[in-house]
């Protein structure tokens, strides 16, 4: 399947596997629930956590975006 192509009910793989990542290892969700409760929306804790991210992709190869980011914060 192209990672471009609805995966596992997200928008794409990208956004499914930064969201596997973000919500299943502890440091990173620490991160994402520190920045969402640090901002007013989830844009900004985004972009906070793309700031203060330990790398540029997951270890899977997922680049990490403001907009895959935003999705896996859905729910926080």
Same mark, same amino acid.
């Given at each position: 399947?192209?990672?471009?192509?609805?995966?596992? =009910?997200?928008? +794409?793989?990208?956004?499914?596997? #930064?969201?596997?990542?973000? %919500?299943?290892?502890? =440091?990173?969700? +620490?991160?994402?629930?520190?920045? #969402?409760?640090?901002?007013? %929306?989830?844009?900004?804790?985004?972009?906070?956590?793309?700031?203060?991210?330990?790398?540029?992709?997951?270890?899977?190869?997922?680049?990490?975006?403001?907009?895959?980011?935003?999705?896996?914060?859905?729910?926080?």
């Amino acid at each position: 399947m192209g990672k471009n192509k609805p995966f596992n =009910g997200h928008k +794409n793989w990208n956004h499914w596997n #930064v969201s596997l990542w973000v %919500n299943n290892d502890e =440091g990173l969700y +620490n991160l994402a629930r520190r920045c #969402v409760r640090d901002h007013a %929306n989830r844009i900004d804790a985004a972009r906070c956590f793309m700031a203060l991210r330990p790398a540029d992709k997951t270890p899977d190869g997922a680049p990490y975006s403001v907009t895959t980011v935003r999705a896996a914060m859905v729910g926080m």
